[in-house]
């Protein structure tokens, strides 16, 4: 068990770890994904055919991790949550070197399918960190690093679009191939894990009974279908966010553009995000995330009524900036549906909602977008009310593990 001291001590210092490590790769998830467009025609896709080979690149490629998510929880809960966090930037580096080897798309297609074999690692962060921040500043905790991905999601391109304008899409993944090193050493030699796991039953058995964890429980059971629906829109927007933008752009720089646009939403993250956490933590985890969800629904359809590129930069910010919020405090919500004495082994599938969304939103993308890449926009707000009715259901369902 950790002390209190420890707690007190600790945890500050593991938020800035672990929220720096999310930043960081979510830039590296936000870069690829917003200038592969610009580089489909490079590997010899047609222009023609770069929407719909960007939402089978994105879709095909999140799918191919969630197989193996069960066993990063189980194989923590054998040995250590350290070798298994680092585990996934190691798993970046090599997919980032496929990428820059590929001379076709299908090359590629395998290098940017290897990024999801990190999935897994933010649910052993937060678990770890659960650990040792203080119970009063949880929800905080969780809001200020699950902030940091769609913050790093839009800042990456922000930085990025000026080096892929200057010198190329693989200028950018050398840059994060060094980045990623850099985080390897951080989490190797940046904290003392001391978490030791004692479960030696078969390695399978495990990875099964993880996933009925979630069965068991009649929470758990709506409220991750809940999440994926919540975020298929979100997911489904941000894959064909730099192709609306270059839809109403003409100019030279489209790398800078796309950049800029996408960015301006990470400056209201990090404002909106914290705030959003804190407020949780006042007024209760659920309540705000209902509210904070009402309130980007009513926002969804915005972009596709924006004229100019000043107007859609404007209403996309504010967009994500609402939300990244609903996505930061629906960890706490998750966190505090599973009961302590498996809250870790839940915890790895955390982003599986969001992976999903990452398969099925993309995916419907390629039909919604036939007609106008503006369409993802309402069919967001329709995601996002659907999903708020599933976790009206989810909230009223007992958290205990049945048989």
Not at 29 to 49: E, H, I, K
Not at 262 to 275: C, D, F, K, Y
Not at 335 to 349: L, T
Request: charged share 10%; glycine share 12%; hydrophobic share 55%.
């Amino acid at each position: 068990m950790t002390s209190q001291a420890e707690r007190s001590s600790n945890w500050v210092w593991l938020l800035t770890l672990f929220t720096a490590a999310g930043f960081i790769e979510t830039m590296f998830y936000g870069q690829v994904n917003a200038f592969m467009p610009l580089y489909l025609p490079r590997l010899g896709v047609s222009a023609l055919d770069v929407a719909a080979y960007t939402g089978i690149i994105v879709a095909t490629s999140n799918a191919t991790g969630i197989p193996f998510l069960p066993f990063w929880g189980t194989l923590a809960d054998r040995y250590s949550r350290q070798p298994l966090i680092v585990r996934s930037f190691v798993a970046h580096i090599v997919a980032a070197g496929v990428m820059l080897t590929a001379g076709n798309v299908w090359v590629f297609l395998i290098g940017r399918s290897l990024m999801s074999l990190a999935l897994g690692n933010t649910g052993l962060m937060m678990t770890t960190l659960s650990e040792h921040a203080p119970s009063t500043r949880v929800g905080f905790a969780f809001a200020v690093m699950n902030g940091a991905p769609p913050l790093g999601a839009f800042i990456g391109p922000l930085l990025g679009g000026r080096i892929v304008d200057q010198w190329g899409y693989p200028a950018l993944l050398w840059i994060n191939i060094g980045l990623m090193l850099l985080l390897i050493a951080s989490l190797t030699f940046g904290y003392r894990d001391t978490f030791k796991g004692a479960n030696r039953g078969p390695l399978l058995q495990m990875a099964a009974d993880s996933v009925r964890l979630i069965f068991r429980s009649p929470r758990l059971r709506a409220l991750f279908p809940a999440l994926f629906v919540l975020f298929a829109g979100w997911m489904l927007a941000i894959t064909y966010a730099p192709i609306a933008i270059l839809s109403l752009y003409r100019g030279g720089q489209p790398g800078t553009i796309v950049g800029l646009v996408l960015g301006a939403g990470g400056l209201v993250t990090l404002v909106v995000s914290p705030i959003v956490g804190a407020l949780a933590d006042r007024f209760g985890h659920w309540r705000t995330l209902f509210a904070v969800a009402a309130l980007s629904m009513v926002l969804w359809p915005l972009p596709a009524f924006a004229h100019g590129l000043v107007a859609f930069g404007v209403v996309w910010a504010l967009l994500n900036g609402v939300l990244s919020g609903m996505f930061a405090v629906s960890f706490s919500v998750l966190s505090e549906s599973a009961p302590g004495d498996v809250r870790g082994r839940v915890m790895s599938f955390a982003y599986l909602p969001v992976n999903v969304a990452l398969i099925v939103g993309p995916g419907l993308g390629s039909l919604v977008t036939k007609g106008s890449v503006l369409a993802v926009f309402p069919t967001g707000a329709a995601f996002t009310a659907l999903g708020i009715a599933m976790l009206a259901l989810a909230s009223r369902k007992s958290t205990a593990l049945g048989e």
